[in-house]
């Protein structure tokens, strides 16, 4: 679509939509801002957006939709408002932030999703890519943008044929992709999530599996093998060439060139038929889980998509292998932050929901005083409540959540709950609870909402109050 001299409204005034405004900008198009916000600072606002951008808050008047041939919107917006079916009513495309960015994007593309997993998979995509771009003395840049921190808007137009882009994407973002196509993509994992947003499993998997709607049979799509719901999908519906990544059995051999992945034993094997990029066919131990700097199951099968990704992107396997034992967590994702009077603090601020939640557990070697809570996204917690299997002493709780989840522990029979009403309290509480030699673990399995702008300054706060000790 040509948008040169052509209006487009762009709904949302975060991060996202002045990053779209910015790119359409400089594409020459006419740029309508629109954020429902009616106390949004709009002088404020004025200094970070292009010049001749008109600015609405509130309410967009009817008379601005006349002419307008696309509207984009933030992820954070839902699709299903009578507001956005007016657009759709008028034969008006509506895209995401992200599709905006694909059409005008040059390279390769590889792009995660998932409930769990995304943005260390993504950090750590990222990772090996620079490195071999960097021992091959590769003419381009590696790109780790979308969900993650970075808008893809912000990179599109820099973006030239020998680069790749390592791209994040949230179910809210491919609810509204259209021509999209990663040539690399990978599915980490569905479980119950965003249900407030998206009201059904159903919806909510569709959105995911979104992200190979336009892959072919050059392309690859990576997926848990684990998922019953990937399997469905992969034997279904994904035109891609399928790798597996799998933490509980022996796979067997994918059809070349793709790589099936597993888990045995503290190891790592790639199982192909006689792939391009490996010395060998059949079976073959990559590594041993130890020589990695993550911790956690959960992190297993992240490394082993990225594993699948890389390999796939024709990154040969000692380089990638090397580039995985060189790799360190990523901010707010079971991240060590301190020791205080002989107590580990972790910031697992990234536990948004409860499966994000019982990896943070799992994860935990020590005996754990354990602060949850936050906005409710109309998650159950009694697979959580359940995965304490004793290591949690304490439960710690505050935010809009706090009573459903303490009832929901006392009805699993875990009473050792304190109510706090804030973040210092819960840090202050903690230190007193715990013991030398036990842990302290913020995951919320619960997102950030009413209490904090988002799970990042929920987790700089943690570790600031805990550095304050």
Partial sequence: MELKNKKVIVMGAGKSGIAAAQLLDQVGAEIVLFDQNESLDIEELIKKIPANTHVYAGELPEEEKKDAVLLVMSPGIPTDTPFVDSFRALGIPVWGEIELAYRYSKGRLIAITGTNGKTTTTAL????????????????????????????????LKTKESDTVVLEVSSFQLETTDLFHPQISAILNITPDHLNRHHTMEVYTACKEAISKRQEGGDFCILNYEDERLRDFAENRCHAKVSYFSSMRRLDAADRPAVNLYYEDDKIYAVSRFPANMD????????????????????????????AMCAAAGVPMERIISSVCSFTAVEHRIEFTATVNGVDYYNDSKGTNPDAAIKGIQAMVKKTVLIGGGYDKQSEYDE????????????????????????????????????????????????ELAKPGEAVLLSPACASWGMFKNYEERGRIFKELVRGL
């Fill in 384 to 431: 959580w409540i359940e995965s304490f299997d004793g290591k949690v002493s304490y439960l710690i709780l505050l935010g809009q959540t706090a009573e459903k989840i303490k009832e929901c522990a006392i009805a699993h029979g875990f009473k050792d709950i304190v109510m706090v009403a804030d973040m210092e309290e819960a840090v202050k509480k903690a230190a």
């Fill in 280 to 307: 060998m066919g059949g079976m073959t131990q990559l590594m041993d889980i130890h020589d990695m700097k993550l911790l956690g199951l959960h992190n297993v099968e992240n490394v082993m998509a990225a594993i």
């Fill in 125 to 156: 995509t990222g990772h090996i890519m620079r490195d071999w771009y960097a021992d091959n003395g590769i003419d381009g840049n590696v790109y780790v943008v979308g969900n993650i921190g970075e808008p893809y808007t912000e990179i599109a």
